[in-house]
């Protein structure tokens, strides 16, 4: 099977730069025909992007890396900073590496990068695996921090800590990328035998978790805190 699209995916999720809707729609044009159910999302987000790339930039370290309402790390929402993350990075890293797969100087983990792997990697056993044991749960929890309640606790957690939210670039919807992310996770339903793992998963995705981001931003938090209260915005 031809995987040649999860580069496009990718795109689509990696930091945006010119042209980055013009790509977005070569892909849309794709995902209408093979992947309709994925191609709704897709639309959906297309349409809701702001007009200006300098505002879609800031949305998306609004979204993934400062005052984020999750992270793009694979290894991070699944074990946080376990060893287990430690031992996901190496064995990524040496994929990339014998598939000559540019991680453009983000970690291994970094999910673009695991999507941009997936047509370079021949080994279909492996392939399959690195889909049902990482992308598939990891998509799982980053959509599902995009549930108003856990956007509200996290946002609670950063106003007290940093004394001041970030607003949303040019008035935009801040949870747009969840619906890049869902068409993400259909597309693989649609590619991959993932629909089991995906229903026994469902309910483990809505429970709270060891490794759940809106407890590591709290705990990275109180690590700042204590370490350095001046700079931390916090009261000393």
Not at 184 to 192: E, M
């Amino acid at each position: 099977m031809n995987y040649a699209h999860y580069d496009s995916i990718g795109e689509l999720l990696d930091f945006p730069g010119p042209g980055f809707a013009a790509r977005g729609q070569v892909l849309l044009d794709f995902l209408r025909k093979n992947h309709p159910d994925a191609a709704d999302e897709v639309e959906l987000f297309l349409d809701a992007l702001p007009s200006r790339t300098l505002d879609l930039q800031e949305l998306h370290t609004r979204t993934f890396d400062v005052q984020a309402v999750t992270t793009l790390g694979t290894g991070y929402v699944l074990f946080g900073d376990d060893y287990k993350r430690g031992a996901l990075l190496s064995n990524l890293n040496r994929e990339h590496n014998d598939a000559s797969n540019d991680c453009r100087g983000e970690l291994a983990d970094h999910l673009p990068n695991v999507l941009r792997l997936i047509p370079k990697l021949k080994d279909q056993d492996l392939l399959e695996e690195l889909v049902e044991q990482i992308l598939v749960p990891a998509l799982m929890l980053m959509i599902r921090e995009f549930e108003p309640k856990r956007i509200a606790k996290k946002n609670e957690n950063y106003q007290k800590h940093y004394k001041t939210l970030i607003d949303p670039a040019g008035g935009c919807d801040s949870t747009i990328y969840r619906l890049a992310l869902k068409a993400a996770l259909k597309v693989l339903a649609r590619d991959f035998p993932v629909s089991e793992t995906m229903g026994k998963l469902s309910d483990w995705s809505s429970r709270p978790q060891t490794m759940d981001f809106l407890r590591l931003v709290e705990k990275e938090m109180d690590i700042e805190r204590d370490a350095n209260p001046v700079n931390s915005g916090c009261d000393a």
